[in-house]
């Protein structure tokens, strides 16, 4: 089975600042998915940013960008110039090759601060 | 844009109680996920579907049922609620092809009393 870790619950941030939120994965597969997710306080979860497994460049969507290392299974979050409705909890999501099944980390809080 | 609407925000009901919640999509997506979310332990997969009429179970089924018999609708059952069922439900969709991201409604936070 697939297992995801965020080791962080929380984390905080200067606005303005980049802070980035750390993930691994444990998986056996070669070709998978990987995508961070991020829950407001009104609770909707919308994608951030996504890479797929087989693509060794890393993904970046305007002020987020990934830092893929699958040898080591690691997927970690940056985010730059940090806005103050970057606060969220943010969930780092590990896709199987088949895309219906889906492993969630649990989550770290991200509070940016004035 | 997907739209995945849960039919309820907030829900109170009582123990024993047969709760149904329901999750609507409007994009023809194949899967449907039912997921409930615990600080601390992230969202956990109780249900999928990924065609009508078929389920699969997710890592913790006990205690719920689904039903998809519509492709646009997917519901969970409680079907005799209990106080441990308190908790946020949510609801997602995406499509079968295998780079797909999954789509999520609102949530609904369900409290069993």
């Known amino acids: 089975a697939q297992t995801v870790t965020q080791s962080q619950p929380e984390m905080s941030v200067q606005e303005a600042e980049t802070v980035t939120l750390s993930c691994t994965y444990d998986?056996?597969?070669?070709?998978?998915?990987l995508f961070w997710y991020k829950q407001p306080p009104s609770r909707q979860m919308i994608l951030v940013i996504r890479q797929e497994a087989y693509k060794q460049q890393n993904a970046t969507e305007n002020r987020f960008s990934v830092n893929f290392q699958k040898a080591a299974k690691s997927f970690s979050l940056k985010i730059s110039d940090s806005q103050l409705g970057d606060t969220a909890m943010y969930f780092c999501a590990f896709m199987t090759p088949t895309g219906n099944q889906f492993y969630f980390g649990t989550g770290t809080s991200l509070t940016v601060i004035p | 844009d997907v739209k995945v609407t849960q039919s309820s925000r907030y829900l109170v009901k009582r123990t024993g109680e047969k709760v149904f919640l329901e999750c609507v999509q409007d994009m023809d997506h194949e899967n449907m996920f039912w997921y409930r979310q615990d600080p601390g332990l992230g969202l956990r997969l109780i249900y999928f579907?990924?065609?009508?009429?078929?389920?699969e179970k997710g890592d913790i089924p006990e205690g719920y049922s689904v039903s998809r018999e519509k492709k646009e609708r997917f519901s969970l059952i409680l079907e005799s609620a209990s106080t441990n069922q308190t908790s946020m439900y949510l609801c997602?969709?995406?499509?079968?092809?295998?780079?797909?991201?999954?789509?999520f409604g609102d949530g609904t936070r369900l409290s069993i009393l």
């Open positions: 579907s990924y065609d009508v009429k078929m389920k």
């Open positions: 998986t056996s597969e070669n070709n998978y998915y």
């Open positions: 997602a969709s995406s499509l079968i092809s295998s780079n797909q991201p999954q789509h």
